[in-house]
């Protein structure tokens, strides 16, 4: 998808740089980020890929990060906008902070004003190229949303992005109940990230055997904990493998 | 106060370290009607006096709702009262847009004191002749602030401002420990009965006041004549004996501070305060 509009040649000097302003296309880019709620707060997993087009270029970017007290915010798209808009954040927790009041901004005002924040870029015809994922937990109410890069934000109780929209969701739909335990949750996720792992090209590498590394953040009330970076197992004996052009002379 | 020469710029201190102009500013609110707050845990009861110009016109409004978990009552200038409780609906508003929450009411406070404190140090302005008392509910319960126009601002459990405010706040004292546990009816029974107290022996009727409610699971209305009636039914029942005691009263705390009671009557209320 590209951000082009039709432009009038007779306007050369006004239209000289518009373009070269705004956002065309994302360069360096991360998957999907897949989230849900469980008894005691929300889960969200991402892995920590930055692919630079076809090219899995960084293996070490985290995705995920907190956000205040009580949120937590995962981005898919382009790497450099979610920095971008975690400085924005930082910003507002900042001035939030100063007033040093009883006062907090809890995941519902973050998530709305992300909300205002990329509608307003769309409308400049300057996206910010991500889709967002704002998990978090406050007063013993969780709440898990997410903000696309042309202002569409809902709630829901389970949140998927990129490929993860595709294979993520329908496992969430069936196998997501209210009150998951941790472990539970943990499995779920896991079973969405290693669907992902085998399906989604740039979550893997392109050999055959491969190292993806994983990060799971939880969020409760006691706050934030960020698991360590960790791999998934991965089962490539299928059958199918061993000869996998035997139907197709000549393909691979 | 008498008038010296340091008393005619807001940017001139007196030797003694005061600005005339703000404490004269101040002197404005003390002329106004009276206006009445109080807060229990949950809710929060502005309370006014209705006063008009004449027998013909309406009555000047001084309650004024700012959102539906945030109200203000004004006594002053009521000009600049309006023009106060618009930027604090403008400031609520837009909080509401970016973050879909309720403003806290401790940062709208702020932001109005912030606001009155411009005009205490800018040679080409004066300082706002009104005095706000802004009720509201947070996250960290029911809150009743008074802004003045020095700039300061106090929280209260219970206060009253304007004309006659004196014996209000008498009252007030007197019962205020109880009201954070009291009931949403006490506590309105309480401001009209405040109300009362600065009327003077006047005859209290539910059309010589306004009152507003606003607390958990209730936005900010007004309550209806009728339902005001109805209170001060269940306390004037004898209304001799009431009046006299009351009087007696106000007459106690009018001696008492003869300063505040801002002159003898509305005959000296300039035409635009209220």
Redesign the interface.
């Known amino acids: 998808m590209t951000f082009t509009i039709p432009i009038d040649n007779g306007d050369a000097v006004k239209n000289a740089e518009a373009d070269s302003q705004r956002t065309l296309y994302p360069y360096v880019t991360g998957t999907s980020i897949v989230a849900i709620k469980y008894k005691d707060g929300v889960l969200m997993a991402s892995d920590m890929g930055g692919s630079y087009g076809s090219t899995l270029r960084y293996k070490n970017i985290e995705r995920v990060k907190a956000i205040g007290k009580h949120s937590l915010l995962g981005a898919s798209g382009e790497i450099s906008d979610f920095q971008e808009i975690l400085r924005y954040l930082d910003e507002l927790i900042l001035n939030d902070n100063m007033?040093d009041?009883?006062?907090s901004?809890?995941p519902?005002?973050v998530h709305?004003?992300l909300t205002?924040v990329m509608y307003n870029r769309r409308n400049k015809f300057n996206p910010l190229w991500n889709t967002l994922v704002l998990g978090g937990i406050k007063?013993g109410e969780s709440y898990l949303g997410m903000v696309s890069m042309i202002g569409v934000s809902f709630e829901d109780n389970h949140i998927a992005t990129g490929f993860g929209n595709h294979l993520a969701r329908p496992i969430l739909r069936d196998e997501w109940h209210a009150d998951l335990s941790f472990e539970d949750g943990v499995k779920l996720l896991e079973k969405c990230m290693r669907v992902l792992l085998y399906r989604d090209r740039s979550a893997i590498n392109k050999f055959q055997k491969y190292i993806e590394t994983v990060q799971i953040a939880k969020i409760t009330e006691e706050g934030v904990t960020v698991s360590q970076p960790y791999s998934l197992k991965t089962f490539w004996e299928f059958q199918a493998f061993h000869n996998p052009t035997a139907g197709a002379e000549g393909s691979w | 106060m008498f008038r010296n020469q340091y008393d005619t710029d807001v940017t001139t201190w007196s030797p003694t370290g005061r600005l005339f102009q703000v404490e004269y500013a101040m002197e404005a609110v003390k002329q106004g009607s009276a206006a009445i707050g109080l807060r229990s845990r949950s809710h929060v009861v502005l309370a006014c006096v209705n006063k008009a110009q004449s027998e013909l016109s309406s009555h000047q409004r001084k309650i004024f709702k700012v959102d539906d978990h945030i109200g203000v009552a004004i006594a002053g200038l009521t000009a600049d009262g309006r023009v106060l409780s618009r930027y604090m609906r403008s400031e609520s508003i837009n909080h509401s847009?970016?973050?879909?929450?309720p403003l806290?009411v401790?940062?709208l406070v702020?932001r109005l004191a912030d606001k009155a404190q411009v005009c205490t140090q800018r040679s080409w302005k004066r300082p706002y002749g009104v005095g706000l008392l802004v009720g509201g509910l947070?996250?960290?319960g029911a809150h009743l602030y008074y802004n003045c126009p020095s700039g300061n601002y106090f929280e209260y459990q219970a206060f009253a401002i304007g004309s006659r405010s004196q014996a209000a706040k008498t009252y007030l004292e007197r019962r205020f420990e109880g009201f954070k546990e009291s009931s949403r009816e006490d506590l309105i029974k309480d401001a009209i009965l405040a109300i009362r107290e600065t009327l003077q022996g006047e005859t209290l009727k539910s059309s010589l006041c306004t009152v507003s409610v606003l607390g958990v699971g209730e936005p900010f209305h007004f309550l209806d004549q009728e339902t005001i009636q109805n209170v001060i039914d269940t306390f004037e029942k004898v209304p001799e004996q009431d009046e006299e005691a009351g009087e007696g009263e106000a007459e106690v705390a009018a001696g008492a501070a003869p300063a505040e009671q801002g002159g003898s009557g509305d005959q000296d209320v300039a035409p635009m305060e209220m």
């Not at chain 2, 847009?97 to 929450?101: A, D, H, L, V, W």
């Open positions: 007033w009041d009883g006062n901004l809890g519902k005002e709305n004003y205002r007063n | 847009f970016s973050y879909e929450s806290p401790g940062r702020v947070d996250e960290s």
